[in-house]
Each structure stands twice: as structure tokens, then as C-alpha cells.
């Protein structure tokens, strides 16, 4: 059992008060941990046993200067070993450019999406955003790969969590080697399906599939009329399926953030009158279909299928455009003085018919976000869906929602008052197990001990009191997105 202290990025800035504030969990990382966790309530399942793998950034300071943008921070794993009765846990940070150059640099050493790093023009000047792979991680063909949508993911050790470099995959990773943070895999044949975005020097999606054994294979490329700005993709038994909101980028801008007087985020914007897109790519050859409909604001999806002649999907539609939004994200330690950010859309379901039309049905109004679903019915018909969702005055995510779209029934496990709860992971008790039979694994925030825990929650019966509690050492900073496998961790040493 160790910890290892990372050294502090010259400069830092000293912890803050120890107010119970759940905003607190927005404080940087500087501790890189291993080791069994001892302080529990419950016991885990004897059926449940893998590795539960997170990742977002630990820190959002860099050198002494704070990041300007939740998008900006350095990327850290955490990762929970289930064996044996146990919980082991260890957290690393992504060795990227800018988290390496960040421990000694005065500020930030690299531009990020929201941040200007010091100098002036001069210093961020055609600058792209640094690579901080801190939104997604996925294990595929046997590579622990931390995402990040502007470049290429970063591969690291399953056990350690030490960074073994950008991966590529041998080279056919296209132009500037993007690669989106939210890849899907077909639980039949094993292929993950992804996508990059290029804005430059003609906006296109470029479509990949990942073979079980790792190879990439190119399925085409699709033209797109402008540059925007697109997260996430769902993956039906025919179709790869984008759904691309009207967040743009500003032209009458761009001389500004070329020459570095401003960042990258500051350029897009949400023009509501080009309404949203929609692409249908098929999986296996043809031509890719395009469809307009009337414009909606969100970042992920959740599932889609196919139903006969129509295609489904079922995505988080915020109310909020971007614009507002992005403030919002800006001003994610400070809601004060920034506006505070509304967290959490609604559930919703689009319906593609095939004469063209994109019929909407909310599917829950509590108001959430990083859905979920049983993972083994990926691009198939599913009737359950898990939210991190935010419940009576909170301004963070403060309970797990399961949704049945069959019955519309909803069951809520609230966390306390000051509690912040992250993206709920279903896991399946057995393969042809009922769809909601397993458990869900979150991790909870106590502003009032300033620690983090992991909760196992009925997947069947989540409002129940946990089945199991983790208690940490320490926090973990708000993170992104996760995943599970039933490979076990083991760390050596």
C-alpha cells in the first residue's frame, strides 16, 4: 500500500477553506495512491468481480495558473480492482506533454480549449489545444486507453496505470489523429466503432472500426456543411448514428483565436436557426443519409436500435444552448460569480422515420446527465436507462435515477445534502442474466469529510441503501466517463 506525493506544479495555489461546499470537489489531486481500501459498510457481491476504471481531470491549475475552462484540467485515472471480497484502489495520472511540462512550468505550458497559457499572442499563437486525455478510458484488444477527442488516445498499462504513450493504432489514425471520447462496441462481434472530427481543411466525420484483434479499418469518410463541435455517436445494428447540434464555429472569430488573443471556445457558438443534423452512416457500405431537424442542445447519447423501418436514439437534451452553456463550464468552481451552471437535460428519444421525419418523446423529467444502460445491448432495444441526475435545490448531481421506458416509472437512490454523485456504471450479475440484474457502480463526493466513495447499488432495486461502501483516503476530483471489465487489476508492487 503506498502513496506517492506528484510534485506541485510551481506555484500552486494552497487548498481552500474546509467549508462543506460540494464545489470542493472541483480541488486538485496532488497525490498519486495505491492501496486496499479498509473503512467499509456492506459487502460486495460474491458474483462481482473486474475492474472499474474512471477518468477526468485531477486538477484544474497548472504552475500556479487556474485553467479556464472544466474541459481544460490534466487527465488522472482512478481505478478500483474488485477481488476476493476487496476493493483496491490506485489513481495515475495521463503522463501527457502537458501534464510532464506542467510540474515545472510557470502556467500553463501548453493552450487548452479554454485557457490561454502566459506570454501573450506570441506563446499561443496557431497553437492547437493540448492533448490532456481526460474525458473517457476504454479497454479494447487488450489496450487501457485514456480518451481525449482532439488526438490521439493515450494507451496505458491495465494494472499500473503507467502511461506507455500515444497510440495510434500503427499509424492509421487520419490527419491530426482525432478520436472521439465515446467509442462503441458491438457486443456481438466485438468491434468498436468510432469517430474524428476535422474542422481543417474541410469539415468531415472520419468513421473507423476497431477489430476484436485491434486493427483499425476505415469505413468512409462524411462530409459535413461546417465545422461544429460533436461528442458522441451511437452505433445501431446498421448504423453508426451522429446527431450534430448547430454549436459552430464563429468565422468573424477565427483571427482572434489563430493569432492567439483568444481561446478556442470563445469561437464557437449555438446558431439555432441551422437546426440540428443528423447522419445516418451504414455500418456496412452505402451512402451516408443526412436529415434536419429543429435544433436541440446536448453532449451525449445514450442507446439507440433499430425499429423496423426506424432508427431510435435516446440522447440528454439540455434546455440550455451552448453559449450558455460554456459559461457555465467556465465558471464551474465559482457558480457565484458566474451564473452557476443548471446541471443535467431530460432524457429524450428521437425517432427516425424513414420518409425523413424526427419525432421527439421525453422520456423523464428529472433533470440529468452521463446516461447509462446495460451495456450488453448495445445498438439493441433496451428498456432501462441510469443517470447521475439532480434532485431538489442541488446544483450538482446528488442521485442515481433508473428509468423504465416500458413502464415510465422511475426509481431514485438520493445521496445526502453536500453529497455529488458521478456517471452510474451498470454491470450485469451473468451474461443471459434480465437486463437490470446486476449492480451499479458510482462514486459518491461528502463535502463535509471532503472523501470520496465507491457505491454498489442494486441495479434492480436502486433506491435500496447500498449493497456495499468503499470509503477512500482522500477525494477524487469530479470526473467525466468510465468503464468496466471483468479482467481484475493487479498492480505489482
Not at 481544460?72 to 510532464?100: C, E, K, P, W
Not at 453529497?419 to 462514486?443: K, M, Q, T, Y
Request: charged share 25%; hydrophobic share 35%.
Amino acid at each position: 500500500m503506498t502513496t506517492t506525493v506528484v510534485p506541485k506544479a510551481k506555484g500552486a495555489s494552497s487548498p481552500p477553506s474546509l467549508e462543506a461546499d460540494p464545489h470542493r470537489i472541483f480541488e486538485p489531486v496532488h497525490e498519486e495512491h495505491d492501496y486496499v481500501i479498509e473503512e467499509v459498510e456492506g459487502q460486495l457481491p460474491d458474483d462481482l468481480k473486474g475492474t472499474l476504471y474512471r477518468n477526468g481531470p485531477g486538477k484544474w491549475e497548472v504552475g500556479g495558473q487556474p485553467l479556464g475552462h472544466i474541459f481544460d484540467g490534466d487527465g488522472m485515472l482512478s481505478m478500483f480492482a474488485i477481488d476476493a471480497g476487496q476493493v483496491r484502489y490506485r489513481n495515475r495520472y495521463v503522463g501527457t506533454n502537458h501534464y510532464r511540462a506542467g510540474l515545472t512550468s510557470e502556467g500553463a505550458p501548453e493552450r487548452g480549449l479554454g485557457t490561454l497559457k502566459p506570454g501573450g499572442p506570441l506563446t499561443n499563437a496557431m497553437r492547437p489545444p493540448a492533448n490532456v486525455a481526460n474525458t473517457s478510458v476504454i479497454l479494447h484488444a487488450g489496450e487501457l486507453l485514456a480518451l481525449w477527442e482532439g488526438g490521439n488516445p493515450h494507451a496505458l498499462d491495465p494494472d499500473t496505470l503507467e502511461t506507455r504513450g500515444k497510440h495510434n493504432f500503427d499509424g492509421e489514425l487520419r490527419w491530426l489523429g482525432a478520436f472521439s471520447a465515446h467509442p462503441k462496441v458491438d457486443p456481438a462481434t466485438g468491434d468498436l466503432f468510432n469517430f474524428g472530427l476535422e474542422v481543417f481543411p474541410r469539415p468531415r466525420l472520419r468513421c473507423y472500426r476497431v477489430d476484436p484483434r485491434g486493427r483499425m479499418h476505415h469505413l468512409r469518410d462524411v462530409h459535413i456543411p461546417e465545422p461544429v463541435f460533436n461528442h458522441d455517436v451511437a452505433l445501431t445494428e446498421r448504423h453508426m448514428v451522429f446527431v450534430i447540434d448547430p454549436i459552430t464555429v464563429a468565422y468573424r472569430d477565427l483571427p482572434a483565436v489563430a493569432l492567439g488573443l483568444t481561446s478556442f471556445d470563445r469561437a464557437l457558438r449555438f446558431k439555432e436557426q441551422r437546426g440540428t443534423t443528423i447522419v445516418l452512416v451504414p455500418r456496412y457500405g452505402g451512402k451516408a443519409r443526412l436529415l434536419q431537424t429543429k435544433a436541440l442542445m446536448h453532449f451525449h447519447v445514450n442507446n439507440a436500435y433499430e425499429d423496423g423501418d426506424d432508427t431510435v436514439v435516446d440522447l440528454v437534451c439540455w434546455e440550455q444552448d451552448w453559449d450558455e452553456l460554456n459559461e457555465g463550464l467556465r465558471g464551474f468552481r465559482d457558480p457565484a460569480a458566474h451564473g452557476g451552471l443548471d446541471f443535467g437535460g431530460y432524457l429524450t428519444r428521437l425517432r427516425i422515420t424513414r420518409d425523413g421525419r424526427v419525432l421527439r418523446e421525453e422520456l423523464s423529467d428529472v433533470p440529468g446527465e452521463f446516461p447509462q444502460f446495460d451495456r450488453r445491448l448495445t445498438g439493441r432495444r433496451h428498456r432501462y436507462s441510469y443517470l447521475a441526475a439532480r434532485i431538489g435545490a442541488s446544483e450538482v448531481p446528488n442521485a442515481v435515477v433508473k428509468s423504465d421506458h416500458e413502464t415510465g416509472a422511475e426509481r431514485t437512490h438520493q445521496l445526502p445534502e453536500g453529497n455529488v454523485v458521478s456517471e452510474p456504471i451498470f454491470v450485469a450479475r451473468s451474461v443471459d442474466g434480465a437486463e437490470d440484474d446486476g449492480w451499479l457502480l458510482a462514486v459518491g463526493y461528502d463535502a463535509d469529510t471532503h472523501r470520496s466513495r465507491l457505491l454498489v447499488l442494486d441495479g434492480t432495486n436502486p433506491e435500496r441503501e447500498p449493497i456495499f461502501t468503499g470509503h477512500l483516503r482522500h477525494h477524487v476530483p469530479q470526473g467525466f466517463h468510465g468503464t468496466f471489465t471483468e479482467r481484475v487489476a493487479r498492480p505489482r508492487g
